[in-house]
């Protein structure tokens, strides 16, 4: 199948949805397929740019930017990108092209128009990969309120799953909390998350200096740092566990609240918690091989599931994990089914601690972890599969290759 992959990042980005995605571009690939990634490229003088990646052709056009800006900037940079997608299309002769099918990934929710303009050009089937159940989350979290801009962006979501031929959601409760919004005619499935498992890349010196951290035993985040995080609790923990010179707190990455952690944490002298900034997704591996306990942060205020991508990089490379979750989410299953690590539940800072402690005082206990989470990656987060049953719900004969919602 000739296919074509809408998204709001890629690689070289270390977000995971960008490592997810050229995973699942490349496992396609290997499966015999066509593929081509179109993603916005911020800044550069051309209208666009193509680039070739492991036989995965990359169309990047020029977009304005929606990572690390304020939450307003994001929103009005969000709403324009799928016309500068789509603008891009026409320049670089994307659109004049025949597509078997049409894949796009959510967050962001703005770009269903692009799929539904694919699909209308090519009569083909759209898949909608949703990760998260934005605005709903945002509202859990604090973030907004039920108001206009809610009800603005619970159309566009809808508007989205109306394009969608098959949904496919990360996790299993999260069926039914997408179905209460898409059409009665969707179909929706579970979709695991997928990562693959990467050639160890060392940093230049060896090994990265981690500081005053270096010989302890390491909690290590890597990923987005945001409001859907919380990643507050981690510092409290932190501070409750100062006094313990044996343990360090490393967060790496980016995102709209790094700024603020990283003032915290000087204002109460955590000398515990070292920041390093963004790194190439590449070395991660060569990273995770000096720590010994991945994090999972996410605001146990959320009513949505969550399996996110950064827990199956702590698997993928045998850490165990300590994560932090709202009530009911079905992570906390995979982890104690599993026995990788240790799931908290609720907003227990107290909890939170006694489960790092048990991390941190059971070597053993962890290195098991750790084999249980290689084989949990290979089991159930598999490329391969993914790509399988992403190309199977395309290729489906058996249904209508416009979907309902596209009057």
Not at 240 to 262: A, C, I, K
Request: charged share 25%; hydrophobic share 45%; with cysteine.
């Amino acid at each position: 199948m000739k296919l074509l992959i809408v998204a709001d990042v890629y690689m070289p980005s270390t977000l995971s949805a960008a490592i997810e995605l050229r995973d699942l571009a490349t496992e396609m690939v290997a499966q015999g397929h066509d593929v081509t990634v179109l993603a916005p490229m911020v800044g550069g003088l051309r209208p666009f740019a193509v680039e070739q990646d492991e036989h995965v052709r990359i169309v990047r056009v020029r977009a304005p930017r929606t990572k690390d800006v304020n939450l307003i900037r994001r929103a009005l940079a969000e709403i324009c990108l799928p016309f500068a997608l789509l603008r891009g299309m026409r320049l670089s002769g994307l659109k004049g092209e025949h597509w078997d099918g049409v894949v796009w990934y959510s967050p962001t929710i703005f770009l269903g128009l692009v799929a539904r303009c694919v699909k209308r050009w090519n009569q083909c089937r759209g898949y909608l990969i949703v990760r998260d159940l934005f605005p709903d989350w945002a509202v859990d979290a604090g973030v907004m309120r039920k108001g206009f801009a809610y009800r603005f962006f619970k159309a566009v979501e809808r508007f989205q799953y109306r394009v969608a031929d098959v949904i496919g959601v990360q996790t299993p409760a999260n069926v039914a909390l997408v179905a209460r919004d898409a059409p009665s005619s969707a179909e929706i499935e579970v979709l695991y998350n997928w990562m693959r498992m990467a050639e160890v890349v060392k940093p230049e010196s060896g090994k990265f200096d981690l500081g005053n951290l270096e010989g302890r035993t390491l909690f290590v985040y890597a990923g987005n740092m945001g409001k859907a995080q919380d990643m507050d609790a981690f510092l409290e923990l932190a501070a409750r566990l100062r006094s313990r010179l044996d343990l360090g707190f490393l967060f790496v990455g980016r995102g709209s609240e790094v700024s603020r952690l990283q003032q915290k944490a000087g204002k109460r002298e955590l000398t515990n918690v070292r920041f390093m900034s963004e790194i190439d997704s590449a070395l991660i591996p060569a990273l995770f091989e000096q720590c010994h306990v991945g994090i999972v942060a996410l605001d146990p205020r959320h009513k949505t599931h969550n399996i996110p991508g950064k827990f199956m990089a702590y698997a993928r490379n045998g850490l165990p994990v300590l994560a932090r979750i709202n009530p009911g989410n079905d992570l906390a299953h995979v982890i104690r089914d599993n026995n990788v690590g240790y799931g908290v539940e609720g907003d227990s800072i107290t909890d939170l601690q006694i489960a790092a402690e048990r991390l941190a005082d059971h070597a053993a206990a962890r290195i098991e972890m750790g084999k249980a989470g290689r084989k949990l990656a290979d089991r159930l987060f598999s490329p391969a599969a993914a790509a399988k049953q992403v190309v199977r719900a395309l290729a489906r004969a058996d249904s209508k290759p416009i979907s309902a919602g596209d009057d």
